[in-house]
């Protein structure tokens, strides 16, 4: 079974930059993308950044587009996901995925990004 490995979290300040990367150990499967997710205190995990595993087309939430940036490296079976001009309303615990087939996924354990303002 995959293991995803996440790193990068951290405090910063508002405007500023984190790269979060995402490691993917053991088999893989399938892979159709790997991407993040966020989720706020209470809420549920939402969609923030994929890429095609494939083709490399990538996809964003409206809330980050133009600042963040999701990359792969298909030999090292890595995503990382750049973060520029971070928001306090970025705050969130980050979590790796992979889509392996339409039925089947994997996550990573989640790393917090705290911006403070």
């Not at 951290?10 to 053991?26: I, N």
């Not at 939430?61 to 309303?89: H, Y």
Request: charged residues 20%; aromatic residues 10%.
């Amino acid at each position: 079974q995959v293991q995803l490995v996440e790193t990068g979290g951290g405090l910063v300040q508002a405007g500023g930059s984190l790269t979060l990367a995402c490691a993917a150990a053991g088999p893989t499967g399938d892979l159709l993308t790997m991407g993040w997710f966020r989720q706020f205190p209470g809420k549920e995990r939402e969609f923030v950044a994929r890429i095609e595993w494939s083709g490399g087309i990538k996809y964003y939430a409206d809330s980050v587009k133009g600042r963040f940036t999701v990359s792969r490296d298909k030999i090292k079976n890595t995503v990382t996901l750049q973060m520029n001009s971070l928001k306090p309303e970025d705050t969130a615990v980050y979590y790796c995925h992979i889509q392996h087939t339409q039925a089947t996924e994997s996550w990573g354990q989640g790393t917090q990004v705290s911006v403070s303002s």
